[in-house]
């Protein structure tokens, strides 16, 4: 158990809908990182937060957002799904964004979008 | 450009053999870290080692061992006389710096080790 928790574990929705992914990180960590992994894409980062502040960005659509709240956990808010947005979504938590600190990741959440 | 190669995207080996998971890496960093972390069946990924490309040593942790060339850009991972349990994706991946003094892991496309009874 890495101490980074995620939910839902897992998510049915339909084209079109919006979903929102939860992610607390390990206690202590400061910063979070969201990850997209796809049979077709591999693991892909989408976007870092650390103490609140979006701190890097990856291969995020602009259909999903994500903030991180001043208690630490952060949220994936993912819109308008279309049927290629099926993936498992990862949360990790590492301590400093300032050094190359561990990432540690939750359990995923495994989005299906029918 | 900074990139992780994991050639072997497929290796099936017989439980107690011993087995070598790849890793080639491109960097310009004088400075990054290479990591290897496991994704077994059941999905979560797990982290199993972080090296800082001062170090060259090799590490050894049980079974597994890694083997980190510089000469060869290259961070080998062995497994020992293999379990059934060690069946997973095992991914490399390689730090860069990101927007100042901020790093963002590149990952590999993984490796997919089946350990067969």
């Known amino acids: 158990d890495s101490g980074v928790t995620q939910t839902p574990k897992h998510l049915i929705t339909a084209t079109g809908q919006r979903v929102t992914l939860r992610c607390s990180p390990r206690?202590?960590?400061?910063?979070v990182y969201w990850y997209q992994q796809s049979l077709d894409q591999g693991l892909q980062f989408l976007i870092q937060y650390y103490n609140g502040e979006e701190r890097a960005k990856g291969n995020i659509l602009e259909r999903f957002s994500a903030q991180q709240f001043p208690d630490l956990h952060s949220e994936l808010n993912l819109s308008s799904l279309e049927l290629g947005d099926s993936a498992l979504y990862f949360c990790?938590?590492?301590?400093?964004?300032?050094?190359?600190?561990?990432?540690?990741f939750g359990p995923g959440t495994r989005l299906t979008v029918l | 450009a900074q990139k992780v190669t994991q050639a072997q995207t497929e290796i099936s080996v017989v439980e107690k053999e011993d087995v070598t998971l790849d890793c080639v890496y491109e960097?310009?960093?004088?400075?990054?870290?290479l990591f290897w972390y496991k994704q077994p069946p059941s999905g979560e990924l797990v982290f199993l080692i972080r090296?800082?490309?001062?170090d060259e040593q090799n590490e050894i942790s049980g079974r597994y061992s890694w083997n980190f060339q510089k000469s060869t850009s290259s961070f080998n991972f062995t497994i020992t006389a293999s379990q059934v349990v060690d069946s997973a994706v095992y991914f490399c991946a390689l730090s860069e710096f990101y927007a100042g003094n901020n790093r963002k892991l590149i990952w590999g496309l993984g490796t997919s080790l089946a350990v067969n009874p």
């Open positions: 960097t310009r960093d004088t400075t990054y870290y």
């Open positions: 990790a938590s590492s301590v400093d964004s300032g050094r190359t600190d561990t990432q540690y």
């Open positions: 090296r800082n490309s001062f």
């Open positions: 206690s202590g960590d400061l910063s």
